[in-house]
Each structure stands twice: as C-alpha cells, then as structure tokens.
C-alpha cells in the first residue's frame, strides 16, 4: 500500500475502501502488539510504519510469534504527512478492519443472543462524540462481557480520535455497525433505556434485560421506537441539580451496576 493511499486512511470512506485504519502513538501501538502476541488471528496483517527513533522500541517488543506484524521505516516528514498529529511520536500501525480481516467484527445477520449467557448489549443510538464513544468502549472492555451495537449515523468507531481515546480498548470490544434500531424486535425479547422518570438502576430488575438502549447526546433514542420496543424505564438518581449526565458517564455507570 502507498503511503499516500495510507494517509488517506484519516478519511472515513478510504477506511471503507481499503479495508485499513490507523493506531497512532506509543501506548496503543504497544497495546496492539500485546493483542497479537496473544491471538494473532483475530487482527489479520498489520503494518508498523515508524521513523529511525523507534527501530530499536519496536524490534525489542516485537516477538517471533507474532508473525502478521512487518516494519516499515519512513522518514520524519513521511511520518508527519501520515500523522494527523501535529508532534507524532513516531509509529503509526495499519491495521486491517474487523470485518476486513478474519471476521472478529460480528454481523448482526449472523448473531443472536444466548439466553444463557451473562453477556449484555449496549445500543448506541446515533451517538456522535467521539471522546464518548472512546470513554464508552474503555468501559466496556474494562467490566467485560458486553457487545457495543452501534447505529446507522454513529461516528465511526476507527475514527482517529476515537481509537485514541479508547486506550486500546477498541481491541477488545466486540462490536456490530449500522445496526437498525427498528431491527432490534428480530433479536432481542427485552429492552432497558434511562428516562428521568423510570425505575432506579439499583432495583434488582435492571439487570434482567437483554439489550440497554442509550441515545444520542442530544435528542436521545425516539420516543416512537422505545414505544414499538415496549423498552422498560430506569433513572440514574441523582440530586436533581441538574437535568442531565453526559452520554458516556450514563453507559458507565449503567455498565458497573449491571457487573456488581
């Protein structure tokens, strides 16, 4: 792939038609090697471009068993035009799209819940921060146990600045895109969402659902849609001095109540 095609990375549409997106900076590129290292197979083939400073960090972590892993050197201004960093650290990986790869990325026409399973799934309605979707996956990967499904018009999950503020945990989450919020009915029998005036989250029936809907940050998940889906209310109590919590303090606090 030609560095230029790898810049364009940084764009939505050429993720798409390239199949690739990018993990900038120490951390997460250490973060990365630690997945391969430990189930290779689920990430497909990487590419390290990195500049002369980070040769040596790079063969000292790099282990013969993570064979999908191949390093190319670039130079500093190569490395800033592939940046959308003003100061890049220096080490950039290309790594292939779940569903690009050997098919880590579940497909939602694929997949139904097992009743008998204690793993919970988390319904994002057209959520469009980025930094809450990041803070939302670390969560997620954190408590474990969940499937992040993600609707039609939600920032895309490989979008630079949310893998950044992930921390890694886009390596660990699973997740379906563009899941129709009207397809839910086929897969699921029960629904929780937040509302001011539903049950407390620490009642002993929030964690009886199948799927926990949250909307976006402005205008929630449709009224017309948690009708259809007969969703059940719950509230974060609060002091009441304020009307709202932010999207990705909800799906926190949710996510601890529902693996306490």
Request: proline share 3%; aromatic share 10%.
């Amino acid at each position: 792939m030609k560095l230029s095609d790898v810049k364009k990375l940084h764009q939505k549409k050429f993720r798409t038609q390239f199949g690739f997106y990018l993990v900038e900076g120490e951390h997460l590129v250490l973060e990365l090697i630690n997945v391969a290292q430990h189930n290779s197979s689920t990430l497909g083939d990487i590419t390290l471009y990195v500049t002369a400073d980070y040769e040596a960090w790079v063969k000292e972590r790099l282990v013969s068993s993570v064979s999908n892993m191949k390093v190319e050197t670039v130079s500093s201004q190569q490395m800033q035009q592939l940046s959308d960093t003003k100061s890049p650290q220096g080490i950039i990986a290309r790594v292939p799209l779940p569903n690009a790869s050997l098919g880590s990325q579940r497909s939602q026409t694929n997949i139904s819940p097992n009743k008998s399973s204690t793993e919970k799934y988390i319904y994002l309605y057209e959520v469009q921060d980025p930094g809450n979707l990041g803070t939302i996956l670390r969560t997620l990967a954190w408590f474990g146990d969940f499937t992040l499904l993600l609707s039609p018009n939600s920032v895309d999950p490989y979008n630079s600045k949310v893998v950044r503020s992930s921390m890694g945990a886009i390596f660990h989450v699973n997740m379906e895109l563009n899941v129709v919020l009207e397809s839910l009915s086929e897969r699921f029998e029960r629904f929780a969402f937040l509302d001011m005036d539903g049950s407390k989250i620490t009642s002993n029936t929030f964690g009886d659902y199948q799927c926990y809907l949250f909307g976006n940050e402005a205008r929630g998940v449709p009224a017309d849609a948690l009708s259809k889906l007969n969703a059940t209310a719950y509230t974060i109590a609060g002091s009441g001095k304020i009307d709202s919590l932010n999207l990705a303090s909800a799906v926190n606090i949710c996510a601890y109540e529902l693996t306490r």
